[in-house]
């Protein structure tokens, strides 16, 4: 079992940069795929990033390649995604989630953190 716990949401003005953190437990990070998503109100859950058990292999969604970064401590067991050149349009709660690298599907979710940008 992989426990998920996200940090670092909050409100932002446009332009501006967030650090989110998914602190895990039960598993080493080097053993899981993470992944970062998005869900604002009333739309479908959005992929945004992912980086599997080495940080050569990343993938970003087209609407954040270039202003959102993910990467791996494995010292502290996180995962983290900075977000810069924020928009309003990027207001949402921000979901972690991990998967063994044989499964497409994302089986452990964090509780989700918010982040709120203001134009």
């Known amino acids: 079992q992989v426990q998920l716990v996200e940090s670092g949401g909050g409100l932002v003005q446009a332009g501006g940069s967030l650090s989110l953190s998914c602190a895990a437990s039960?598993?080493?990070?080097?053993?899981?795929?993470m992944g970062w998503f998005r869900q604002a109100p009333g739309k479908e859950r959005e992929f945004l990033a992912s980086?599997?058990?080495?940080?050569?292999?990343?993938r970003y969604a087209d609407s954040v390649k270039g202003r959102f970064t993910i990467s791996k401590d494995y010292a502290k067991n996180t995962v983290n995604l900075q977000m810069n050149s924020l928009k309003p349009e990027d207001t949402a709660v921000y979901y972690c989630?991990?998967?063994?690298?044989?499964?497409?599907?994302?089986?452990?979710w964090g509780q989700g953190t918010q982040v709120t940008v203001s134009s």
């Open positions: 039960g598993r080493t990070l080097s053993n899981l795929v």
């Open positions: 989630a991990a998967r063994l690298p044989e499964s497409p599907d994302y089986h452990y």
């Open positions: 980086v599997g058990w080495t940080i050569r292999y990343q």
